[in-house]
């Protein structure tokens, strides 16, 4: 079997156990959750052989597992394909959807227990659109995919969600469609103004993004639109900063499953969209954007963690804790390095692998306590001893210890943004950069503070129930949460070990995005020395007045 | 050999973790309460590779340095140079300036040679410094393991407990023998972790639960000083690592640039703490180094519990006893004095940076001995003590002579044996009394537990610094340091006045490596000499509070709590056998291992001063292996006047320690002005007098205002003595001079405000603008409602406006060519 069989039939895998599980719909509960489960498994192993197939090296040119196949419009005015394919951004994070779905399955194994067959249809439509989204190689494709994901999700709110479902899912849908509008426009702008220069009308992304390359978008404020439109809607997926809000609402909303989903990999959807398009196709914008992109991710880090930190429903504060991890990954990412870009990208998997498994924790609480605030629970840690040893590894996995995966990914990333302000070449804005990056690591004090103190009140001190729970026996983890946690907990252990794995093989393609953001970054800051009176940025000036010393 | 060294190397620290990993698979369901064998075996193992390695170091001549690569841990290529146009210090400090414009390097970036690469190998180094650290933590943690045989016995997680020792091991070899910033700031965080976790391992009580977490996020701010530190070397040096590594000889870099560039593959990445780069003496002082030395000495202070960031220490008392004493006594909280002793070389080029690391060891070193005064809690004055005696090291450290360093070091190493000694002395009695460790809860106990006595009774003359016991001479050693820096500074500065004589004599430039301002060399006198005398206050602070301590516990009248249960008895063997170990160590560690006082020798230092970083950065050696005979009278008097204070106090009379304690309470002065006193004053013959003629000169009324004012300026005047009522001097030093209550309102509850007032904007201001948007299409609705009048006259005639409109969008050429129909349409039938 080709490399592009094996790519399109994991994407097929789950559309097809969907169909089929609405047809086993008359059978019983065991026998939906053990296909649904089967069929998850069934993505994921051809997921490894993927991974395990991809180079070593990462270098893999115009893409790994290209298929493309004729679509609508194939002839020539159109030029839409069905094309799909990885490369070193794509491949961890289509990796990780097929991992997480196993996990969201496993977690909705007893607490969902109506509608399941339609409820784990959806989780497989969900994770073939997120699959899609991945590897899609044409923008129509993208588009589709990524338009696709909000209808599952909309209807796992919506119909196994909390008290107020509805609510969460009609604003997390109108919220994110409206964005995503937007950045449809944006990307049919960027199309057609390649199709007016080269002659030639193409949907397919390398295609554009090379072309883009030779003839970059000009004026610059258009680029400079384009990148708002796009902005729009990558920025409410991720969320950034100020559009963050519908995040808690439906995190809390949504059932385990769409919680472990939702932050694992939708989030990240969002983020590769910047690289992908935003950086990629249009770097003199993201040059020109990156303080107050800096600006926006760290006021997200700072205020996710201070938001976070009053919080009395679990729910609630781990969804704050991924506003404040995915301004680490704009952080990282907007930092247009070397270091910055794959420390984001890395930071990207860390928060899937950690929260997701942090949600699904509070999922396992949920099902047993009937409740997700803090102040009823304490000390569970004697009740439920194994619970309690995962939700320690996830925390400290969360808040970057070195020796688990959260830490590789921010150091990187800080390391990138310190690089950035006060290493790199091309000298911009460095007075803000500065204050960008100290406050970035001051970061890492709250985000302990308030992982920590969860921990402290929910599992330690003397034991506190609700009165409710009383009813019925509370036991420790079951075999099917095991199986849930124990793989995301050796994946931390295994990125924190040996995150060279995983950055050999994003390595080439993030270079790519970096070289083409530097070459516009070095333009810029040329064209703002050229200006009269900005003072010309002297090295070997700083250096002396720093008072380089020798000794002896 | 080379072969058997490497694997000596790694089998340090992988045989503790060996053992926690089989701990914690085994340890629940089969090993249970023999949880500790293959503890106690790996460390046994452990500290003989360890001692080997240091026989090994031993042996070898002065420099010597062993760096061993076993895996790549993350790797990204060009990362520094490959983007950056701006060289490493290396080639701005050789660069002549103003030859390279930032547009010529920038043009050269991507394919420079200088690209370096951003990796982290898991490399592990062997030098004297770290041969001394490992035997020493591997040495202390088995006696300790072996304690703990016997005190954690029938605990519930005794496993457990084992579990995270063996982990901890692990992380501490790990951290004193790695080389490179990353990994040592991964295992400063492992340790930290341990720590965490072993200060929370009775998780049920909830001050062990909050004194982990404290112990933890205390850190966190120190880790923050520490990684900014690390992010500013990495842009400086370009490099992170200690030791010199080969330039990365890259294929794809060659394919790409000229491959001109292929042969330069001999060249050298200096590493920051490598002997390339000490040989050249390439370090960047000024302000940068300045904030280099200051983030990673924030970090030192977190873990070494230093004055800003102390106050983590005395809460983590709640953990084991066992814990206390290698954690927080002997090991962990000594890996700031080793960080700080390692990057000797970034210190010296910053010659304010060592001022501030002497004058926050000074500090600090008061401050604890001053609390430590005033607890009753055996544990805490062990914990202040700790906090004093580390205070004392990093004075050592800031002299930054080598006799300085070598004398923190050496402290270090006596501090382990003797502090180890006196917190499990400390368990020893919690472990008869019932885990009462409240001082006034018991006493008299010499009788009790004699042996425990008698260790105990070591252990503090060891601590006080009283002649031929370890203490003396380590701490002698950081006095005379002190002091003969003080001397060389002075000197300096006459000869820089009487500079006239151009030929000075530059033996005396010794003053520093770096040359100092006259400013500076002021500055400097002035302060070590201060730093000289507040040591020697706190050496007889010291011996006041341990002795204080030692006559509370085992002397005066025997009391024994309750909580006991009548069953109050010496140790079993398994805990008192770690004790006599450490007692002997204590006791003879100093005169071994300092031999000045006969020949002239010290073979600690001299072993110390073969650390590369040590031996190439630092500038006088000449210390060495002096005894001075008038420092060290001057401290012995001093500690042994500090023992005779607190026998005339504790062991006479106890009511003369009453007195003194309500004399430092400032008892009795309550504000002299008030009501009553005036009435009496009034009532006295010759005021009564004045007062009536006054009266009968109908000028009472001023009387009175005169009676209101000198009330008025009671109350005023009473203010400040309220004040000094309130934080009397033993109030101060009994509520640790209130800086948790400090730290609590000023730092923890604002931010917790803060959170609050985000949380609230959150929920009102943020979200409530996405929804007023969302609800803005829906207040359209209604307007535009009012468009629906039903008139399909209206409908077609908005349907006519609208097409017009849409065309003069989309073709401006067919509205022209339409509206001149329509013109002529218009006109024709006009003329119709």
């Known amino acids: ?552 | 050999m080379d072969e058997i060294l490497n694997i000596l190397m790694i089998l340090v620290p992988a045989l503790p973790l060996a053992a926690a990993v089989l701990v914690a698979a085994l340890g629940p369901r089969m090993l249970r309460a023999r949880s500790h064998w293959p503890v106690v075996a790996a460390l046994i193992g452990s500290c003989l590779a360890s001692l080997v390695l240091l026989w090994h170091v031993w042996r070898q001549p002065s420099g010597y340095e062993r760096v061993a690569t076993y895996w790549t841990w993350a790797l990204v290529p060009d990362a520094y140079a490959g983007e950056s146009g701006t060289q490493s210090v290396d080639s701005r400090i050789d660069v002549p300036p103003g030859t390279a414009t930032p547009a010529d390097s920038a043009r050269l970036a991507g394919s420079s040679p200088r690209a370096r690469d951003f990796a982290v190998d898991i490399t592990l180094r062997l030098d004297a410094l770290t041969g001394i650290m490992l035997a020493m933590v591997t040495f202390v943690s088995l006696l300790v393991a072996i304690y703990s045989i016997g005190y954690m016995h029938g605990d519930r997680g005794y496993w457990r407990f084992f579990t995270y020792i063996a982990l901890f091991v692990f992380s501490m070899t790990m951290l004193v023998s790695v080389s490179n910033f990353v990994l040592l700031f991964v295992f400063w965080e492992a340790v930290g972790v341990c720590s965490y976790l072993l200060i929370g391992f009775w998780y049920e009580k909830p001050a062990a639960a909050a004194a982990g977490m404290k112990a933890f996020l205390v850190n966190r701010v120190g880790d923050f000083g520490f990684m900014l530190g690390v992010f500013l070397i990495w842009t400086t040096y370009g490099t992170l690592n200690y030791h010199d590594t080969p330039a990365p000889v890259r294929d794809t870099v060659a394919a790409s640039a000229a491959p001109v560039g292929g042969g330069e593959a001999a060249e050298i990445v200096p590493g920051v703490l490598g002997s390339q780069r000490i040989a050249t003496g390439a370090y960047v002082g000024g302000g940068t180094g300045l904030a280099i030395c200051l983030l990673l000495l924030l970090g030192a202070c977190g873990k070494s519990a230093q004055f800003p960031l102390h106050v983590w220490l005395p809460d983590a008392m709640e953990g084991p006893t066992p814990v206390s004493a290698l954690i927080h006594a002997a090991t962990m909280v000594t890996a700031g004095v080793y960080m700080v002793a390692r990057c000797t070389p970034l210190f010296t080029a910053s010659p304010d940076g060592q001022l501030v690391v002497a004058a926050i060891g000074t500090f600090t070193a008061l401050l604890a001995a001053l609390i430590a005064l005033t607890q009753f809690d055996l544990k805490r004055v062990l914990a202040y003590s700790t906090i004093s005696q580390l205070g004392y090291m990093f004075l050592g450290l800031g002299t930054g002579t080598l006799a300085g360093i070598s004398a923190g070091m050496f402290h270090l190493v006596t501090h382990a044996f003797f502090k180890a000694l006196l917190f499990l002395g400390a368990g020893s009695v919690m472990h008869a009394m019932g885990n009462v460790i409240d001082m006034r809860q018991f006493g008299g106990l010499r009788r009790v537990m004699p042996r425990t006595f008698w260790t105990f009774l070591i252990g503090c003359l060891a601590l006080s610094g009283i002649a031929p016991l370890s203490g003396f001479w380590s701490k002698d050693a950081i006095l005379a340091s002190v002091h003969a820096r003080v001397e060389v500074l002075e000197h300096e500065l006459v000869r820089r006045q009487g500079a006239a004589e151009p030929d000075a004599d530059p033996a005396h430039g010794s003053a520093g490596a770096v040359e100092l301002s006259a400013d500076q060399l002021g500055r400097g006198a002035w302060a070590y000499r201060l730093m000289y005398i507040t040591a020697l206050i706190t050496a007889f602070l010291t011996s006041v509070y341990t002795f204080r301590m030692l006559y509370l516990t085992f002397f005066g009248a025997q009391r024994i709590p309750a909580e006991a249960g009548g069953r109050a008895h010496e140790s079993p063997g398994l805990m008192v056998w770690p004790l006599l170990i450490l007692a002997g160590c204590a006791a003879v560690a100093g005169m071994v291992l300092d031999q000045s006082y006969w020949n002239g020798t010290h073979p600690f230092a001299a072993l110390l001063a073969g650390t590369p970083s040590l031996t190439g950065a630092v500038a006088s050696t000449e210390a060495l292996g002096a005894f001075h005979i008038d420092i060290a009278a001057v401290s012995l008097l001093v500690a042994v006047a500090g023992v005779a204070c607190a026998s005339w106090l504790y062991l006479g009379d106890r009511r003369t320690v009453h007195r003194l304690r309500a004399v430092m309470d400032l008892e009795g002065w309550a504000p002299a002005g008030g009501r009553a006193n005036l009435l009496r004053l009034a009532q006295r013959p010759g005021v009564r007098g004045w007062n009536q003629w006054m009266e009968r000169m109908r000028l009472g009324w001023l009387m009175h205002l005169l009676v209101e004012l000198v009330l008025l300026l009671a109350l005023i005047l009473s203010v400040p003595l309220l004040l000094c009522r309130f934080m009397s001097p033993y109030r101060l030093s009994y509520g640790k001079f209130f800086l948790d209550e400090l730290y609590w309102g000023l730092v923890v509850q604002p931010l917790r405000g803060i959170a609050w007032l985000c949380s609230v904007l959150d929920d009102f201001f943020v979200d409530g603008i996405v929804n007023a948007l969302g609800r803005l299409p829906a207040h359209l609705g209604t307007i535009l409602r009012s468009t629906q009048t039903g008139l399909v006259q209206f409908y077609a005639l908005a349907m006519i406006l609208g097409g017009l409109m849409l065309l003069v969008l989309v073709d401006q050429q067919l509205v022209s060519r339409v509206g001149a129909w329509l013109a002529a349409i218009m006109a024709g039938c006009g003329a119709w």
């Not at chain 1, 491949?91 to 496993?106: E, G, I, K, P, R």
């Not at chain 1, 969860?454 to 001190?461: A, I, K, N, S």
Request: hydrophobic share 55%; glycine share 10%; aromatic share 12%.
């Open chain 1, 1 to 552: 079997m080709t490399t592009g069989h094996l790519l399109v039939s994991t994407i097929l895998v789950p559309l097809v156990g969907a169909g089929l599980l609405c047809g086993l719909s008359r059978l019983g509960r065991s026998v939906v959750r053990r296909t649904a489960l089967g069929v998850t498994l069934v993505t994921f192993t051809l997921t490894c052989v993927l991974v395990a197939r991809f180079p070593a090296d990462g270098v893999v040119g115009d893409g790994f597992g290209v298929t493309t196949w004729a679509w609508f419009g194939a002839e020539a005015p159109w030029n839409i394909r069905l094309s799909v394919g990885l490369d070193g951004l794509g491949l961890w994070l289509f990796a990780l959807s097929s991992l997480l779905m196993c996990t969201a399955v496993l977690v909705s194994w007893e607490s969902i227990d109506r509608d399941e067959p339609l409820f784990y249809a959806m989780l497989l439509l969900l994770e073939a659109g997120c699959l899609g989204v991945f590897a899609a190689r044409d923008i129509i494709l993208f588009y589709i995919c990524f338009e696709f994901t909000l209808i599952p999700l909309f209807f796992l709110i919506g119909i196994w969600g909390s008290e107020q479902r509805q609510y969460a899912a009609r604003k997390f849908f109108v919220y994110t469609l409206a964005g995503s509008l937007l950045t449809f426009l944006s990307l049919l702008a960027v199309v057609f103004w390649v199709a007016q220069h080269t002659g030639r009308l193409t949907f397919s992304i390398p295609e554009l993004t090379a072309s883009l390359r030779t003839h970059p978008l000009q004026p610059v404020s258009w680029q400079l639109a384009v990148f708002a439109g796009l902005f729009a809607g990558f920025a409410i997926k991720v969320p950034l900063f100020p559009l963050h809000t519908w995040l808690p609402l439906a995190h809390v909303q949504a059932p385990t499953a769409g919680s472990v989903f939702l932050a694992g990999i939708l989030l990240k959807i969002g983020t590769y969209g910047f690289v992908r398009f935003n950086m990629a196709m249009l770097p003199d914008a993201t040059a020109m954007c990156m303080p107050v992109m800096l600006w926006l991710a760290v006021a997200g880090i700072l205020y996710g963690a201070l938001v976070a930190l009053a919080q009395r429903d679990m729910k609630r504060l781990i969804a704050y804790s991924s506003v404040s991890h995915l301004g680490y990954c704009m952080l990282g990412l907007f930092a247009l390095n070397r270091l910055g870009m794959q420390g984001g990208t890395l930071q990207m998997i860390n928060h899937g692998i950690s929260t997701g498994a942090l949600f699904g924790l509070i999922g396992m609480l949920y099902d047993r306590y009937h409740t997700r605030e803090i102040r009823q629970l304490g000390g569970l840690a004697r009740r439920l001893p194994w619970l309690a040893c995962f939700m320690l590894v996830f925390t400290l996995s969360s808040i970057g210890l070195p020796g688990l995966n959260g830490f590789p990914g921010e150091f990187l990333v800080l390391l990138g943004m310190f690089q950035r302000a006060w290493g790199d070449a091309p000298v911009v804005e460095s007075g803000q950069l500065h204050v960008i990056s100290v406050l970035a690591v001051s970061g890492v004090v709250l985000g302990a503070w308030y992982m920590l103190w969860l921990v402290q009140r929910v599992f330690f001190g003397p034991l506190r129930e609700p009165r409710a729970a009383a009813a019925h026996p509370i036991t420790d983890l079951k075999r099917h949460e095991l199986a849930a946690l124990a793989p995301l907990a050796a994946l931390v252990v295994w990125i924190g070990m040996h995150p060279a794995f995983f950055l050999q093989r994003m390595a080439p393609t993030l270079d790519g995005v970096t070289a083409v953001t530097q070459e516009s970054l070095r333009n810029r800051a040329g064209s703002v020395a050229r200006m009269p009176g900005a003072p010309e940025p002297d090295v070997a000036q700083v250096v002396r007045q720093e008072g380089s010393t020798r000794v002896r």
